[in-house]
């Protein structure tokens, strides 16, 4: 099958409307493409299209895109509830629900029966593509779409072969993230692909690090900023993807591959206490304000 991926004839359909689906419909809309934004949840939806409105309002008021513009983009934005409604006919699915294989092959079977033409793209970071194919009877037409945390920031977009990708899903899923603006990398599917399992590395170790007394998390975090030129520290960037996030995947690579992915009791301890990142308002840090401010004890 051949396709075509543009602005002007490509319909999008993202699922779940949570911090990483309604980012991904932002860029998208942004970018010029008819997009459906779906969740059961209608006060999810609500929530979901106020911050991608706030996101385009603030790129208006930094001077980076016009009133005309941000006009434009969310008109091009509906939602809905039904998940039938907003994947019949549209080309590329993109699903955002939590990283949980059995959810995430319900999604796909449900997208398939309704749409098996269309492409597939689960957002997730570490599970396996091929495993979550298995739903669909079409499993040359499913991809990994590993978007990061926040997507109109965050450029990379980790793309996974699964074991039935059909090549010219690929093609076009590049297509796509060339069309978002995205810088691109295409990986095979296996545990925790390429970025995740750099990524949790350092995260757990700096979380080690706090646990054994070595520095504050404060200090943890600038020694990567200053000297590594990272953009983020280790403990904040775990505060703004979620703790509980960052346990679960942690968990996963540690069956899959071994003991240096093992989660630390603190990682353990503060999920369990709630304390799951920004979103909580706690984490390694206190998120009260909606800036990381000194690291609540």
Same mark, same amino acid.
């Given at each position: ?11 999008? +359909? ?42 385009l ?6 001077? $980076?895109?016009? !009133? ?10 509906? %939602? ?17 629900? !939590?990283? &949980?294989a059995?959810? $995430? ?27 979550? +194919? ?7 037409? %499913? %991809? ?12 990379l977009?980790?793309? %996974? ?13 590049? +297509? ?5 603006? &995205? ?8 545990a ?15 979380? &080690?690090m ?19 030129r ?64 000194? !690291?609540?004890?």
């Open positions: 099958m051949t396709y075509t991926i543009s602005p002007e004839s490509t319909v999008l +359909a993202v699922l779940g409307a949570g911090t990483m689906g309604h980012g991904i419909a932002q860029i998208a809309i942004a970018a010029g493409f008819q997009t459906r934004l779906q969740d059961i949840s209608e006060a999810a939806l609500e929530r979901g299209r106020g911050r991608i409105v706030a996101v309002d603030g790129g208006v008021s930094r001077g $980076k895109s016009t !009133p005309e513009a941000r006009d434009a983009a969310i008109a091009r934005l509906s %939602v809905a509830t039904d998940l039938a409604t907003a994947v019949r006919g549209a080309d590329i699915v993109i699903e955002a629900a !939590p990283e &949980r059995e959810l $995430k092959q319900q999604i796909l079977a449900a997208v398939h029966a309704v749409s098996p033409s269309a492409i597939f793209g689960t957002n997730t970071s570490s599970l396996s593509v091929t495993g979550i +194919a298995a739903a669909s009877p079409h499993p040359e037409r %499913v %991809v990994g779409m590993h978007f990061f945390n926040p997507p109109h920031v965050m450029k977009l980790e793309i %996974v072969r699964g074991r039935d990708t059909a090549p010219e899903v690929v093609g076009a899923t590049r +297509a796509l993230g060339l069309a978002l603006g &995205r810088e691109l990398i295409v990986v095979s599917d296996t925790g692909f390429a970025t995740s399992r750099l990524g949790l590395v350092i995260g757990l170790e700096a979380i &080690r706090l646990e054994q007394g070595v520095a504050s998390a404060a200090e943890i975090d600038l020694a990567m900023k200053s000297g590594y990272h953009p983020m520290g280790p403990l904040e960037l775990t505060d703004l993807v979620g703790l509980d996030v960052r346990l679960a995947i942690a968990e996963h690579l540690h069956r899959e591959l071994g003991e240096v992915f093992r989660p630390p009791e603190l990682l353990r301890r503060l999920v369990a206490a709630g304390r799951h990142g920004k979103k909580a308002g706690l984490g390694f840090y206190d998120w009260s304000s909606g800036e990381a401010r000194p !690291p609540a004890e």
